[in-house]
């Protein structure tokens, strides 16, 4: 979504209110590590306080990612809110990353660089995931394997054989 902001600039509007959707671009989805999105809706509020033009923004999506522990798809649902003031140094920021060109607000891009900031470096599906065995791949949340029992640092075993003796 690509706002004119130039009726605000000049004055020649008050408030704007804003509602659309867009969908992340597939490089940003790969990049923050999740699988795939859906489309991320916005509800944006524009217009001026004082002599400053703000921006109150509210949006949501749910992402999906893998589960570091047991490669299992996981929900992730956002939902969050930011407010910037178009002067001074957050004015510069934008216009130096293209999210402001001119007087056209690429809400997009602002969006996807705010969204980065709540994303989680590290997903689980639960605090409480066992994740795979390590020896034959199983998801231990569903149920234990063979292996567990066989579970004995090697190093331990030339003990247990010098005791056997
Ligand atoms: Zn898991
Ligand atoms: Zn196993």
Request: hydrophobic fraction near 35%; charge should be negative.
């Amino acid at each position: 979504m690509i706002i004119d902001l130039s009726p605000i600039f000049n004055g020649k509007c008050g408030n704007e209110r804003y509602v659309d959707s867009f969908n992340l671009q597939v490089s940003y989805i790969e990049h923050v590590g999740a699988l795939s999105c859906s489309p991320v809706e916005v509800t944006a509020n524009i217009g001026k306080v004082g002599d400053d033009i703000c921006i109150d923004c509210n949006y949501r999506c749910e992402m999906t990612f893998i589960c570091s522990r047991c490669v299992e798809d996981v929900l992730f649902p956002i939902s969050e809110k930011f407010e910037i003031k178009l002067s001074g140094e957050e004015l510069e920021d934008l216009k130096d990353s293209n999210i402001l060109d001119k007087q056209m607000l690429n809400m997009d891009l602002l969006i996807s660089d705010e969204l980065i900031e709540h994303l989680p470096s590290k997903v689980l599906c639960a605090q409480t995931c066992k994740g795979l065995c390590t020896e034959c791949g199983k998801n231990l949340n569903v149920g234990g394997c063979d292996c567990e029992i066989d579970n004995i640092d090697p190093r331990f075993k030339i003990l247990e054989g010098l005791f056997s003796e």
